[in-house]
C-alpha cells in the first residue's frame, strides 16, 4: 500500500481547516451549495455592467445564471443551482399549469453570464428595465443565491418587513428547529 494511501486509510480527518469542516479521508465530499450572505452597495455603470463583490464572486463561480426573481429584483445563481431549481419545476410542469407558466417566465428571463477579469458582468437591458435598476442597486446573500434590487426598492422592502420579521421568526424557525 503506498504512504497516502496508508495514511488516509489510518487517520482520518473531519477537524476543520480554514473555517470549514474536512470531509474524512477516503470518502467523497458532500456537495454543499455555497451560502451567500450579505449586503453590497455596488454601482452599474454606463455600460450597464456590475462589479459582483468579490466575496460572492467566489461563491458564484465561474459561470453564474442572471434571472427573473420575485419581487422585482433580479436572481444571481450558480450554475449548478440554476440547472436543480430548473429541473424541479419542469418535473411538475407538464401537468401543472402554473409551473410551466413560471418555468416559461423564468427561462425565458435568464442568461449565463461569466465575470470578465475585473469581476464585473453585464447586466442586461431586459432586466434592468425589470427590476428597474439604474446606477445604484443593492445586491444581497439569500443563501443558494444571490439578489440584485433598485437600491429604493431595497430600503422599501426592507422596512415593510422589519415590521413581521419578529412573527416571521415564529413561524419559520420552529420548522428548521432553531
Not at 477537524?15 to 474524512?24: F, H, I, L, S, T
Not at 427573473?68 to 444571481?76: A, I
Not at 434592468?128 to 439578489?147: F, K, Q, S, W
Request: proline share 7%.
Amino acid at each position: 500500500m503506498d504512504d497516502q494511501l496508508a495514511a488516509d486509510v489510518q487517520a482520518p480527518s473531519t477537524e476543520p481547516q480554514n473555517g470549514q469542516p474536512q470531509a474524512v479521508r477516503g470518502t467523497a465530499a458532500p456537495s454543499m451549495p455555497p451560502l451567500l450572505l450579505g449586503t453590497y452597495t455596488p454601482k452599474i455603470d454606463a455600460k450597464g455592467r456590475l462589479a459582483l463583490p468579490a466575496k460572492l464572486r467566489n461563491q458564484l463561480g465561474p459561470g453564474l445564471i442572471m434571472a427573473r426573481g420575485q419581487e422585482r429584483c433580479v436572481y444571481l445563481l450558480p450554475q449548478h443551482e440554476f440547472r436543480r431549481i430548473a429541473m424541479q419545476i419542469q418535473r411538475t410542469s407538464m401537468g401543472d399549469k402554473t409551473a410551466r407558466d413560471y418555468l416559461r417566465v423564468f427561462l425565458s428571463g435568464a442568461v449565463d453570464q461569466e465575470p470578465d477579469k475585473q469581476g464585473r458582468i453585464l447586466v442586461p437591458q431586459m432586466l434592468r428595465d425589470y427590476a428597474n435598476l439604474g446606477t445604484d442597486v443593492v445586491v444581497i446573500g439569500v443563501g443558494t443565491r444571490a439578489e440584485i434590487w433598485n437600491s429604493k426598492a431595497w430600503e422599501e422592502y426592507l422596512a415593510a418587513q422589519e415590521q413581521g420579521y419578529a412573527d416571521m421568526a415564529d413561524d419559520v424557525l420552529p420548522a428548521v428547529g432553531f
